[in-house]
């Protein structure tokens, strides 16, 4: 499946969802499409500058608009208001930092382009949640595959726990070939060649990724308010983003019965291989709509949820020991400085070089096998710890 972050799960479904409320939801139509407004809109209780997006449907094979130009606040029945300012199309940041209180119920309005306004139901900030042990070990699944398995260990104080989870997940990847020379293109008629000092490394990079699931737990049929080695992200041993170093954040949201209702329904159309392939329709409810018109369409949910966090670090030897590592190769050709085929891969721009070996032969690879930039970034993340 794609890597769909939350909000582009939403917006993929909008072409088969439609939504009125919390209490009266639409059935999914199929046989019309329409521009609807789209409201991502998820306050925890950090003390920050807090985003809402944005945005609006269209049919399947449509690019999705966002929304610029609209007014987005968040108010308290205690009299604080916190105005949202446009930071780029369809993000909406509160101009100054802030947390929600527990106790205070908290409503979102929205005016979006066109002057038609929203309100969301007020919602308080759910209880304290906290993530006890991220645990990270061998594992083979259903399928034989051997990897890495990452669970969590995480506690609600809520009696009727409802939990969400999201994670980052940051590795280190290096190049197949640290060359402290390149080859650059000096003349293009007549082609000539020339080997040059490289200008910086290109072989160490950091990737980070956003996960693209949605993860959920209750703890009101567990006989205690928590969850024990609740499987986060599973991956393959010789994947590469285990083959040297690895790091995951993952984040834990106690989240209301209203937005567990939301999520679920949401992840049971996104486990499908085609978002827009189901038979039966289904059900989805927002918290918010049309403030005139409650018939006006709009998928979205408000929430203030409390979120903890862990991360941990491990390397491909603290969960396989000595067991071969990722098993990807890069193949490297040779050729003489005046071959015409060489300076065509060099001028075309993918392909980079690598060495001279033997004298007078010039090896090249193709520039992923070379430029880990192309993946990732050489500034190392401020959080990161080596072994």
Same mark, same amino acid.
């Given at each position: ?9 939403? +917006?993929? +479904? ?54 610029? *130009? ?39 309005? %929205? ?36 990897? %890495? ?78 969850? %024990? ?91 396989? *020991? ?66």
């Amino acid at each position: 499946m794609p890597n769909y972050t939350l909000k582009e799960l939403i +917006l993929l +479904l909008i072409a088969l969802v439609m939504v009125n409320s919390c209490t009266e939801p639409f059935e999914i139509e199929t046989t019309e499409f329409e521009n609807i407004l789209v409201i991502d809109a998820s306050i925890t209780d950090e003390f920050k500058q807090h985003e809402i997006y944005l945005s609006r449907s269209f049919s399947s094979g449509e690019e999705t608009s966002q929304v610029s *130009g609209a007014r987005v606040t968040v108010r308290s029945d205690s009299g604080d208001n916190y105005e949202f300012t446009e930071r780029k199309p369809g993000l909406y940041v509160s101009a100054i930092p802030f947390s929600p209180s527990r106790g205070i119920m908290y409503t979102l309005t %929205v005016t979006d382009e066109n002057g038609a306004s929203y309100s969301s139901s007020p919602v308080t900030l759910t209880n304290t949640s906290e993530i006890e042990e991220i645990k990270a070990n061998r594992f083979t699944d259903l399928s034989g595959t051997d990897g %890495v398995q990452i669970t969590v260990d995480g506690f609600s104080d809520a009696n009727t726990g409802y939990l969400r989870y999201d994670y980052e997940e940051t590795y280190r990847i290096d190049s197949w070939f640290n060359p402290q020379d390149s080859l650059v293109v000096t003349s293009q008629t007549p082609p000539v060649l020339e080997v040059v000092k490289k200008e910086s490394s290109q072989k160490t990079c950091y990737i980070t990724e956003r996960s693209n699931t949605i993860l959920l737990a209750e703890t009101s049929s567990l006989s205690e308010n928590k969850v %024990v080695d609740l499987p986060v992200n599973f991956i393959e041993r010789r994947a590469r983003k285990v083959a040297i170093r690895y790091s995951i954040l993952v984040r834990q949201y106690a989240i209301s019965s209203t937005s567990y209702e939301f999520y679920e329904t949401l992840k049971k159309f996104s486990s499908s291989d085609n978002l827009f392939s189901q038979i039966q329709p289904g059900l989805i409810a927002g918290n918010i709509q049309n403030d005139t018109d409650p018939n006006i369409k709009v998928i979205g949910l408000f929430e203030t949820v409390s979120v903890s966090e862990k991360r941990i670090f491990f390397g491909f030897k603290d969960i396989f *020991g000595n067991d071969i590592s990722y098993l990807g190769s890069c193949e490297r050709e040779g050729f003489l400085l005046n071959d015409p085929v060489l300076f065509d891969r060099i001028n075309s721009g993918r392909y980079l070089f690598v060495a001279e070996d033997p004298p007078g032969v010039i090896n090249i690879a193709p520039e992923q096998c070379i430029d880990c930039t192309l993946l990732g970034s050489t500034k190392i993340p401020e959080f990161w710890i080596e072994e």
